[in-house]
């Protein structure tokens, strides 16, 4: 008699002691079908499970939120007429996973439920939704479907692929009195500062100034962001006069845009720069003297001028001021990766940059890639590459005020 309970121990720990992964959620297979008035969705689950779903645009987007899964749905076929362009999953905060399908074309779905069980029927996800080359403004964003609470969310598990994905919608986002942030794009170099070369045609300062005007052209059509450029055409504007234009016009975020070269012409990808007093590494401490020197072309020696930034490093309020900037660019590089863009190894890096110096401004310096790399070149003198990257740096800003806004 006295083994029974025993026995009951012994499976009690085992129980505990499984590895969550046999435990936890999965998604097993996500299929579409499309019909003359609908594409309906099916995602396959291995148990029944709240679920929240809704569309965001520019870009389009179908989001799925469910509690903690393992993808074992492998590749999903993309039915042509649906347009995605990818499929991306992976952790929004402890115990919720999001799925995010990237589309063509904007979307917007017309229900969404949950099936249990039946049969030999798995329970399963069913989303029915349309598409349209009509841009559908923001009217259809801000519905969400589904039974979802993210406040009694099960908390527990490792997701596979940690990332940061667009957060859900504001609400209140297409309100009058709702505060647009002024981001401050400044491409970097122009007018006698040509920047980078790639040894024949391609020169940094048009590459960069193109992928301002994207950028900035993405960021208004969200709605959802106000923009000013250190400059709008081929002119030198000197490093402290970028910084306290983004002041003087009370700038939010500021992005400053760059395309360097490097001696080894196999290296390739893109890289986020932070401020600081040391540098990450002896390439960056390069490239920073490079840049910062670049106002001597106009005979401005900016260590002149350095008394000032010397007193303002010394302020409380950049200690905040740079985490934020941080916080985003951890948020950046791994937005570019769920991008399919290409990074350095170990991709936020730091250093002094002058351009970074701003107070009471979060800011960052990205490197779009290397123009001594023939494909990366190449590629960046491609409006569709340059669409890509601004992509990236439109969702990194969305998460990132999302963030600020939830905080």
Known sequence: ?????????????????????????????VRFGVYPEKV???????????FRTFVLHSPERIVIDLPHFDWKAGEVERPRQVGISDIRQGKLQPGISRIVFDLDKPAEIHTAYLLKKNNNKPSRIVIDFDVSDVPRGLDSTGKIFGTLSLENANIGGSVQKASYLVPPVKPDRGASNTFKPLIIIDPGHGGVDPGASSGSSIVEKHIVLALGHELKKQL??????????TRERDIFIPLKKRVEFAHKQGGDFFISLHADTIHKKDVSGASVYTLSKDASDKQTARLAEKEN?????????????????????????ITETTNQSKYFANMLVSTM??????????????????VLKSPEIPSVLIEAGFLSNRNE?????????????????????????????RN
């Open 40 to 50: 309906r969705m099916v995602l396959d689950l291995s148990d029944i499970a709240d």
């Open 377 to 405: 070149a190449f590629l960046l003198n491609k409006d569709s590459y340059r669409r890509k990257i601004a992509r990236s740096i439109v969702s990194g800003l969305d998460n990132y005020f999302a963030q600020n806004h």
């Open 1 to 29: 008699m006295r083994l029974k309970p025993i026995i009951a121990l012994v499976i009690f720990a085992f129980c505990a002691f499984l590895p969550q992964k046999l435990l936890a959620l999965s998604v097993d297979d």
């Open 220 to 229: 208004l059509a969200t709605g959802r962001y106000r923009v000013k450029m």
């Open 337 to 354: 990766e769920d991008n399919g863009l290409k990074t350095l190894q170990s991709p936020h890096r730091y250093a002094g940059f002058a």
């Open 293 to 317: 020197r670049v106002d001597l072309i106009a005979g401005l020696d900016l260590d002149i001028e350095d008394e000032q930034v010397a007193y303002i490093l010394g302020d409380f309020l």
